[in-house]
């Protein structure tokens, strides 16, 4: 390694290819490698859909749920399953270890859903079981406008995505909103009971007209052809005359029994865009698609589509993922150019040298481009966290460069060495510590991208990148610097003055360290003063998952009261987009666009940039919400965009688990009370709230079996009735148009008439529903939770006022144990706390793994136990000034500032190791204890500061960057910048004061056993 100089400047013709290759090779990774905002996360979950329509919460809990729960706990390496009982649908949501294969693990979980179907009810839909894909995020949205919502939907569906779903890298296209034709079979029962017939009947003989038989092949001459029966129906009027009894030459059709006329289905959501009908046509990228190549073909087919649709109809982009990937990406690469450039002028502000600072000015470059290469190999994207690493890395790939061209120039000016001799001994001397302080700011990733967990999945690309950042930059300060300085140095005077400025900083150090040194333990007590103020500073700073965005967009979410018809559902999304649209300020909105069911009403609103605007998208939210709260029966949910690996509706989550629900719920509806009169906490939910009013039909199983009828066989003949089914599907101007069977409106709708319908025994006897069933109005739940097996309940509201995740889980932590509660009643965080306590734990355990190989480093490096004692002293002074810098910015302790500290641990060990290996070096040359302190202190003064003030100023402009996505980092940059600062500082001072402590204990230890 120390001869790799010597190698460079004997052979610079090879060293410059060398060079250049690296940088050809990068080019070429960088025009090939995908664009993405966020790394596709590698988080397994698996998801077990069952649907029965029509039945209850309790019932599909009860019936489906518990039996599919037992199945999956089967299955090995599951961290957690959640699981919900809706109407009508359940859902179990399975965490498995990280580091799980997903697709193994779904094909496992169907097989043992599979050996249980017998004990599922007969007539469910059959459970579908299937992986999430985190990185299937929506890439584009386009609205399709125009006032036929009927046409809307079948021209998107015919012409639009069938266009979009070619564009490579594209998943899944969803048409949202308007209206579906459907030709609807509407049954008169009386009729049918004059008949014998029921629904189920009329289901059947229609399936069975509609059917094509191939027959095989004919023979004739010497021709052969394939001969089948043709039996599809095609229109409304084939359907209406289908044959479904023939009795004594008594020919009875479907139109005599029932009305068939082609209509629109039951219109059960809506889609606005700006007030105006519209539909919605969503596009998710694939998991290896590039969102930035989709989103412009998608924006190149519109622009072909357009003369071709209807008239006074238009598509229009409603969200676009690739201009705030593009901004964020611009914003990142932005602070990084400024960082260069502010790095650069402080190299020439302490060398005074155009020369020796266009060295370096040539070395950054050539690093970064080389990086894309290794993150090309490494598959790593160009995405907002590997970019930010690249970022990141500048102020510190710079160090290398700066360390070695600074020994350099001391060889040459000081003490007195030709060009080439200057730049080989001065690379060669400062080889190992530079390897030594490479080594350790890579090392403390190492348990970051080795160890399984949300931590490895959010910060891998950040630490890859970081790691090829440096390496790179190792190679260029070991190659490169030396070759073109032997080169440069030949026409460089040779002069020794340092700049004004370092004069006086070197001036104050000596006169400081020398006082220090005297002053030993009272130094040392200040300082651990200081340690402890930050200690309690840092109780004082609350804790958050992730950095709030302000991604020029927020949602409202408004839940309605259950129960509520599709009309009044529109009416209440009506007059909160007039609530919008007359927000104060409302210049600064775009766009919106409002979906709407019968339980629930969603307007996205599109703001103008950050740049464009007076207001964040936060003081926004917040003016708006203190206005809608004052609209009666709905339950507000306000809440910005965020993407990456968020899995709830509301920033926080408060499980109660309990096998006795009644006192799990007792304890819910009190800390629920508790948690709304909490100044911090907005938009209250709770899962045991919303349940409506439910209409059983209770089953005499005794009267059922007396006529040979199965529970089973009654629930589908009623889901016939009332549901109505599909039978058939038909193909009618090109569209495929579903043909739906159920009763009339007058009879469904209606529970004495439904009750009054007749189901067909194996004896051919129709039996009324009545005769054999009997009905209960009871109030039931809106949805059961349960959490690997045990019966949960979920309070949950959204964070206001500065109040922080962490602080949330702390107040309500604290307010269930004052209640109390029973032994069976116990607690815990989901959504955003659960993935802050998962994240904190394995960065805490990083930190500590950190340190660890740190340590093991410089033993290796300076073969000693004690030195390194000494060296890792330096990490705590920076914990000072990362506290210190949060609490004066305002800023929260979020997984990135932690990640931040995980690096300070591989950083602020280098200036330390520099020193002691100078001081070392002196006392190998003769120089005693207190010649040596002084003079290293003076000699690697210098590189220090140079090294700490690039890297301190190549983060700055990510520290105070407003651009889109900056929210990302600030933080981060903030607690280095703050970290480093300090603790230069006070490396500077402490480092010496430790040195002569153990030196002067080994010495007395020694004199004593002699």
Known sequence: MRDIPLIAIKKPATTLMLIVTMIVVGLLSLSQMPVALLPNFNIPVAT????????????????????????????????????????????????????TNSDDKVDLIQTEVNKIRSELPDDINEPVTDKIDIGAETSILVDYIGDDITSLRSTA?????????????????????????????????????????????????????????????????EKSYLV?????????????????????????????????????????????????????????????????????????????????????????VGYDASKFINQSINTVKNNAITGLVLASIILFVFLKSFRATSIIALAIPSSIIFTFAFMDMKGISLN?????????????????????????????????????????????????????????????????????????????????????????????????????????????????????????????????????LIHRWKTLLITIILFIISVFIAGTIGGEFMPEQDESQYTIIAELPSGMEISMAERTS????????????????????????????????????????????????????????????????????????????????????????????????????????KRGLVDFKSSIEGGGPQAKIMINRDKAQSYGLRVTEIAQALSYQILGDDPITIKTDNEEVDVTVKLA????????????????????ISVKIRDVAYLKIQEGSSQVERKNKIRKVTISANLADD?????????????????????????????????????????????????????FILVSQFESFVLPFIIVGAIPLSVIGVFLGLFITGRKLDIMVMVGIIMLVGIVVNNAIVLIDYINLLRLRGSNMEEALIEAGETRLRPIVMTTLTTVFGMIPLAISRGEGAEMYNGMAIAVIFGLSLSTLLTLIIIPILYSLVENARTKLKRDRN
């Open 48 to 99: 077990v859909v069952t649907t029965w329509p029509g039945a209850s919460p309790e019932d599909m809990d009860k019936l489906v749920t518990r039996k599919l729960e037992d199945a999956v706990s089967l299955v090995e390496g599951i961290k957690n399953f959640n699981s919900f009982s809706s109407q009508g649908l359940s859902q179990i949501v399975i965490e498995f270890d990280y580091g």
């Open 574 to 677: 009506q007059l909160l987009e007039k609530r919008v649209v007359k927000e104060k300020e409302n210049d600064e909105m775009l766009r919106y666009s409002t979906t709407g069911n019968p339980s629930q009403i969603a307007i996205n609103v599109e703001l103008k940039e950050k740049k464009d605007r007076n207001r964040d998208v936060f003081a926004i939210v917040d003016s708006l919400r203190s206005d809608l709260s004052k609209i009666p029966d709905i339950k507000l949910n306000l809440t910005t965009v965020f993407r990456g690996p968020q899995t709830s509706e509301r920033d926080f989550q408060f499980e109660i688990y309990s096998s006795n629900y009644l006192q799990m719920e007792s304890i819910t509806k009190k800390l629920f009370v508790i948690m709304q009169n």
């Open 745 to 764: 409106e007058e009879f469904r709708n209606s529970i004495d008439k439904f009750l009054e319908s007749k189901i067909k025994t194996p004896a051919g």
């Open 157 to 221: 569906e015919n012409l639009i995505k069938p266009r979009f779903q070619r564009v490579k890298g594209v998943g899944d296209v969803t048409v949202r909103g308007g209206l579906e034709k459907e030709v609807l079979v509407e049954l008169n029962p009386y009729k049918l009971d004059s008949y014998n017939l029921n629904a189920v009947d009329i289901f059947n003989i229609i399936r069975q007209s509609n059917i094509n038989i191939p027959i095989g092949e004919v023979k004739s001459g």
């Open 384 to 516: 907002v966290i590997s970019l930010m690493g690249l970022s990141l890395g500048v102020g510190m790939l710079v160090d290398n460069s700066v360390v070695v061209l600074d020994n350099i120039y001391r060889h040459y000016k000081e003490l007195k060495k030709s060009p080439s001799e200057a730049a080989g001994e001065g690379a060669r001397e400062i080889a190992m510590p530079i390897l030594a302080s490479t080594a350790t700011t890579v090392a403390v990733f190492i348990p970051i991208v080795l160890r399984e967990g949300i931590a490895k999945e959010i910060f891998s690309d950040m630490s890859y990148t970081i790691s090829f950042s440096l390496l790179a930059s190792l190679i260029v300060a070991l190659t490169f610097v030396p070759m073109i300085s032997s080169k440069i140095l030949e026409k460089e005077e040779k002069h020794s003055e340092d700049g004004r400025l370092l004069k006086k900083i070197r001036i104050f150090y000596m006169k400081l360290l020398n006082l220090t």
């Open 803 to 855: 109040f922080t995740l962490k602080e949330a889980q702390v107040f309500m932590a604290e307010e269930f144990k004052k209640l109390n509660p029973p032994k069976t009643v116990s607690y815990g965080f989901g959504g955003e706390g659960q993935q802050l306590n998962e994240a904190m734990t394995d960065l805490n355990i990083a930190l500590i793994l950190s340190i660890f190989i740190v340590y």
């Open 228 to 316: 089948k029966i043709e039996g599809e129906l095609e229109n409304v009027s084939q359907i209406e005359n289908v044959v479904i009894s023939n009795i004594n030459s008594k020919i009875l059709r479907l139109k005599d029994v029932a009305s068939v006329t082609l209509t629109n289905k039951d219109q059960d959501s809506f889609y606005r865009v700006n007030g105006q009908p519209a539909v919605s046509v969503m596009v998710n990228k694939a998991e290896d698609g590039n969102i930035v190549d989709i989103a412009d073909r998608i924006k190149a087919d519109i622009e072909e589509l357009s003369p071709y649709l209807p008239a006074k109809t238009y598509l229009s």
